[in-house]
């Protein structure tokens, strides 16, 4: 079974412009998560989606991030303008179901630098 | 609001030792905790998940406890080996959607 997908594996920037990230999550999981992790701490959730609807985007800073997930499948991740602080890897994880009682599956996640 | 804090941040110890991880966390109601391995470049590895009824988990030469009363959870390596070295991280599922919260990690370096 293949694992989660994402690309580009590594994205250099320059701040205040724009990058978007990939994810295909597991075939046939319904629920997609996208977590920033940024160097030294453990993963935050940004959004969560079941199927093409978004369950949680609380911490998700809506003026600059966006993200979409069209068809139930894969899912993008865009920063528009980007700024220092967006430096983090971004992990995309998926789970046959939505609640604590599945196993989140985790990608290997796209290191962004933005200077 | 749901906080979870790891110590050590970095460990460093010689190969063979046994050695424990700790994990809290600020509200006991959780649905599981979970602990995480994760190699430099590499996504998150699940390593064992206690649902909020049980205490312990165990795979091989790792087993974690889960204390939801005092709000703790330890991770127990035996004879650490230099493979073993990687962060670990731990994470709560406190509601019902299945998000995670993650303390910061313990950085493990297990010398040859």
């Known amino acids: 079974e293949a694992g989660v997908a994402q690309s580009p594996r590594y994205k250099i920037i320059e701040k205040r412009q724009s990058v978007a990230f990939w994810c295909n999550p597991i075939?046939?999981?319904?629920?997609l998560y996208w977590y920033q992790q940024i160097l030294g701490q453990g993963p935050k959730l940004l959004i969560q989606?079941?199927?093409?609807?978004?369950?949680?985007d609380s911490q998700l800073p809506k003026d600059r991030f966006s993200a979409e997930r069209l068809k139930g499948v894969d899912s993008t991740l865009k920063i528009q303008p980007a700024k220092l602080e967006d430096s983090a890897v971004y992990l995309c994880?998926?789970?046959?179901?939505?609640?604590?009682?599945?196993?989140?599956?985790f990608g290997p996640g796209t290191r962004l630098t933005v200077t | 609001k749901q906080e979870v804090t790891q110590i050590p941040a970095a460990l460093s110890v010689p190969e063979g030792e046994n050695l424990v991880l700790n994990c809290s966390f600020t509200d006991s109601a959780i649905y599981n905790l979970q602990w995480f391995r994760q190699d430099p470049g590499k996504g998150l590895t699940s390593l064992l998940l206690i649902q909020s009824s049980q205490r312990e988990q165990t795979s091989g030469r790792l087993n974690a406890s889960l204390d939801k009363s005092s709000g703790r959870s330890t991770l127990y390596i035996a004879a650490s080996q230099p493979g073993d070295s990687a962060t670990y991280l731990c994470?709560?599922?406190?509601?019902?959607?299945?998000?995670?919260?993650f303390g910061q990690g313990t950085t493990l370096q297990v010398k040859p």
């Open positions: 994470a709560v599922s406190s509601g019902n959607t299945g998000k995670l919260i």
């Open positions: 075939s046939g999981h319904a629920t």
């Open positions: 989606f079941q199927n093409n609807g978004v369950v949680d």
């Open positions: 994880a998926s789970s046959s179901g939505r609640g604590s009682s599945y196993e989140q599956y």
